[in-house]
């Protein structure tokens, strides 16, 4: 399995931005999809989930309104759709899989990792 985040960039606080992670491997609906964000110095945590079947998801406090994850099984592609960026948002993001299925919050609950994508919000 191999995945592949892109669509980061600069945006102006207040934009919006969509990133996309490709799946390469088999049986992409049966993962369960996470997006993570790490900034400078900071620790990897938690944006976004989607559990396998594209219903549940689950999002950090700070993104809550902003951001949507999604899923096309067809096109094996996970998205993020952010928007009403701020510069606390800056960050490299990761997109993640679980083979559990199941949603989690934990960097250790995922399986395999994108590269990560910069996104960065000028004020």
């Known amino acids: 399995v191999q995945l592949q985040a892109y669509g980061g960039g600069l945006v102006q606080a207040g934009g919006s931005l969509k990133l996309s992670c490709a799946f390469s491997?088999?049986?992409?609906?049966?993962?369960?999809l996470g997006w993570f964000r790490q900034a400078p110095g900071k620790e990897r945590e938690f944006v976004a989930g989607?559990?396998?079947?594209?219903?549940?998801?689950h999002y950090t406090d700070s993104v809550k309104g902003r951001f949507t994850i999604s899923r096309d099984d067809d096109k094996n592609t996970a998205y993020l759709q952010m928007s009403s960026l701020n510069p606390e948002d800056t960050a490299v993001y990761y997109c993640?899989?679980?083979?559990?299925?199941?949603?989690?919050?934990?960097?250790?609950?995922?399986?395999?990792w994108g590269q990560g994508t910069q996104v960065t919000v000028s004020s």
């Open positions: 993640a899989a679980s083979s559990l299925g199941t949603l989690g919050l934990r960097t250790y609950e995922y399986d395999y």
């Open positions: 491997g088999r049986a992409f609906s049966m993962y369960a």
């Open positions: 989607l559990r396998r079947g594209g219903v549940t998801t």
